[in-house]
């Protein structure tokens, strides 16, 4: 039972624009949501979080976008940039639990 | 500043051998975790530890042991290694769990067992 999906395995963007990867969740009682960066050969780090008191948050290029009615989470990225390129994963806490759901990533290429 | 560091990077076994990988942080953390990732499954919790001397099972618990005898070194264990536990396997640690508290991660270990 996948509780943290992402849909599109790949994504493939200009450099210079926008780059929308998608998550969906099925347990309201998630109420804090991570995105990581995951390049090849290395693991995944730390890129934006959100809680489930916003609906946004805002860091830099990245922006996270968090819809609690439709369970559904959005990582944005503007201007995209051929660095960018590399799986991003989505995943997700409930409280104060010490364990992360994790989707199952989204491969983003940006081609120049 | 080495953070998490995973040893060794490669491994290959046969079935039924037996290995430890280890994970090492630098940074303090009372919290440490041990993932696999598997192609189209994203990364999975084999056990976990809240602090030095306690472990707990995550969601893939079965056919692995961990130990936590030291604050920063986390070993997971393959007691009979299987080809079901061919994997990338990956460390992090975060200082507490919960909000606000992202995981660190080590760059994995590839493990295939023939």
């Known amino acids: 039972d996948q509780q943290v999906k992402q849909n599109s395995p790949s994504l493939s963007v200009q450099e210079g624009r926008i780059s929308i990867l998608n998550c969906d969740y099925t347990?309201?009682?998630?109420?804090?949501f991570l995105w990581y960066k995951k390049y090849p050969a290395e693991g995944p780090t730390f890129l934006i979080s959100?809680?489930?008191?916003?609906d946004k948050n805002e860091d830099g290029r990245f922006t996270v976008f968090l819809n609690k009615s439709a369970k559904h989470l959005s990582l944005h990225i503007v201007p995209s940039q051929p660095g960018d390129s590399a799986v991003y994963f989505c995943a997700a806490l409930r409280g104060n639990t010490d364990k992360l759901i994790f989707g199952t990533g989204t491969r983003l290429q940006v081609f120049p | 500043n080495a953070g998490v560091t995973q040893t060794p990077k490669f491994r290959v076994l046969k079935t039924g051998q037996s290995m430890t990988l280890l994970c090492a942080q630098d940074m303090n953390h009372e919290y440490m975790y041990w993932y696999r990732q598997d192609p189209g499954m994203g990364l999975r919790l084999i056990h976990y530890s809240v602090g030095e001397g306690t472990t707990a099972k995550g969601e893939v618990p079965d056919g692995y042991n961990v130990s936590r005898l030291k604050k920063q070194n986390f070993l997971l264990g393959l007691e009979s290694a299987a080809p079901s536990q061919t994997s990338v396997y990956f460390c992090a640690s975060s200082r507490f769990a919960g909000l606000s508290q992202p995981q660190h991660f080590g760059d994995g270990t590839r493990l295939s067992i023939l």
């Open positions: 347990n309201s009682m998630f109420d804090y």
């Open positions: 959100i809680s489930s008191i916003k």
